[in-house]
């Protein structure tokens, strides 16, 4: 009898566990109720435009005309230019020619035609070049 006994048990035994609720997962958003069309917005009211000729007045001390020396003259010309037009010629020369540093930009290689506006300086920044040309102009 024993063993009828233990055999009624079992099955009471083997009861299966009662399954947890699973874990809420958060729900992802669902897009709003789509409303009427929104309303649409009013244009910002334009603000009053500004003086038509109201463009930048070049500074009268860069655009004077001024002579290069000899030197300078030998890469930019000889005819009397403004300091602006003098740079832009300079960078020019210098692009054409392929004088710029490789490595670092901002340095200029002068050959012997700036060796003389350079005072000699063989490597020259584009800071210092500026300095330098504006003791050949008058």
Same mark, same amino acid.
Do not use: F, I, Y
């Given at each position: 009898m024993a063993t009828a006994k233990k055999a009624a048990k079992k099955p009471a035994a083997k009861k299966p566990a009662a399954k947890k609720p699973a874990a809420k997962k958060?729900? /992802?958003k669902k897009p709003a109720a789509k409303k009427a069309a929104p309303a649409k917005k009013k244009p910002a009211a334009k603000k009053p435009a500004k003086k038509a000729a109201a463009?930048?007045?070049?500074n009268a001390a860069f655009m004077k005309a001024m002579t290069p020396s000899a030197a +300078?003259? /030998? $890469? $930019?010309?000889?005819?009397?230019m403004p300091r602006t037009e003098v740079t832009k010629k300079i960078w020019d020369y210098i692009k054409k020619?392929? +004088?710029?540093d490789a490595i670092n930009r901002r340095l200029i290689n002068a050959?012997?035609? +700036?060796k003389a506006v350079f005072g000699g300086k063989g490597k020259v920044s584009m800071f210092?070049?500026?300095k330098l040309v504006s003791n050949h102009l008058k």
């Open positions: 958060p729900a /992802a463009k930048r007045k070049p +300078l003259a /030998a $890469v $930019v010309g000889a005819m009397p020619n392929k +004088l710029q050959d012997e035609k +700036l210092e070049m500026t």
